[in-house]
């Protein structure tokens, strides 16, 4: 693989930049693997690349009914962060940020990583007290957190509404300085192309349609494009768990919903943090291009559809203009959705199952993405040494029998009341 | 926007509802043993399948009463809805 640097890139435009590789192949399927990973998305992609990396499984494949990067790796708002208060979860998320810092030069690859920090604003003096909690349980886990003051927010982000007679006025705010924003589509194509570069046989275009399982163990996959034997699969499909898992007669502790993001026209540069409201459900950034990058709440019931609804769209730009007056005269420029693996106490899964040689990676929720290298560095390890390692072992399965939940936000069991 | 008939009261926009999850999740019956892993079925494992779908939902500006609807989940095409103690 040609190394991606400013000499080859002088180098090439001699040939006016004809004759690069491809930055990965388009293999057709080998009749058996060590390990199969089912789902060619972020969590996937990363799976695939650590298990040739870290654990030196290079005879891999990964399967996308799709195109990989099409799902909720190219959907999402590319927030990272890891302001958790839960051990399980702040270890896990601090081990991720320390794998993106160095992500661009790990994989040749410029993911565009810009830690400027996120500000999650508090509207009451209550709310102040829950976020001087979470802030000191962060500290503790070593993750950098800093209180604000009004005075502070407002010296930051002075586009805020400040102003005397408004509903939610900002008391304050908790931010993680070193949490920030990422090129989503580079995460994906960066670890597609290591993945590759090492020997991982990506295979779009290519749907699970079956599994062979014989007394407990999984001895192969079907596909659309024939039948592959392998003794280790991993599920990594996100929004498509229980469309899989039916066809493995499990039921899994997650529901399928929808959300929505959009991002307005491009404008000079405003806001150069994530911004986050904490009288609802509303997130926003500025990317590069100089587009408003928001999000918020689930449409709110079951679906498949990758497109949104109305009514929430509305909800939640009017919970982004109460927070930033000046959100109301730009112009909207794209709105999407994606599908989102919600569990059923908020926190994903990574784990084992009953079936030997299957494991599980899903219930992300809406934190999918931030995720990508720490999921795919302890589902490799999982899949390699069958076994969780300890970044992990909170994520289990089986909490939702022994009470172990993780429940960050307190939310229980209707994933949809946000 | 979703237009869904309540069965009482007609046919309203989305924004009337609110929505209550798979409706065929069944509580373990008063005073029957049942085993612990019964109950954490019961609370935590539903029904999301790409497809029909039986749910529930309550006419929270409305009438207020609770409903099914069967919907599918990948056209969010509303076939029929029922009231609470009918069956499909």
Known sequence: MQKYSVFNLIKNAFSKHQDWDLAWKDPTPKKEYDVVIIGGGGHGLATAYYLAKEHNIKNVAIIEKGWIGGGNVGRNTTIIRSNYMYDDNALFSEFGMNLWRKMSQDLNYNVMFSPRGIINLAHSDAQMNVYTRRGNSMLLNGIDAVLLNREQVKEIIPMADFSDNVRFPIFGALMQPSAGTARHDAVAWGYARQADSMGVDIIQNCEVTGFDISSGKINGVRTSRGDIKVKKIGLCVAGSTNILAEKLNMTIPVETHLLQACVSEPVKPVLDRVVTFGAGHFYISQSDKGEMVMGGDLDGYNSYAQRGNLPTLQHVLTEGIAMMPFLSKLKMLRTWGGIMDMSMDGSPIIDKTHIGGLYLNCGWCYGGFKATPASGWTFAHTIAQDRVHKLNAGYSLNRFNTGHLLDEKGLGTKTWIS | ?88
């Open chain 2, 1 to 88: 926007m979703l237009h869904i008939k309540c069965p009482h009261c007609g046919m309203r926009s989305q924004n009337e509802f609110a929505y209550g999850g798979d409706a065929s999740v069944k509580r373990p019956e008063l005073n029957k043993e049942i085993s612990d892993l019964e109950w954490d079925n019961f609370v935590y494992l539903r029904k999301s399948l790409r497809g029909k779908h039986l749910e529930l939902w309550q006419h929270i500006s409305g009438c207020r009463q609770w409903f099914k609807v069967q919907r599918d989940t990948a056209t969010h095409e509303i076939f029929k809805t029922l009231k609470a103690n009918e069956d499909i």
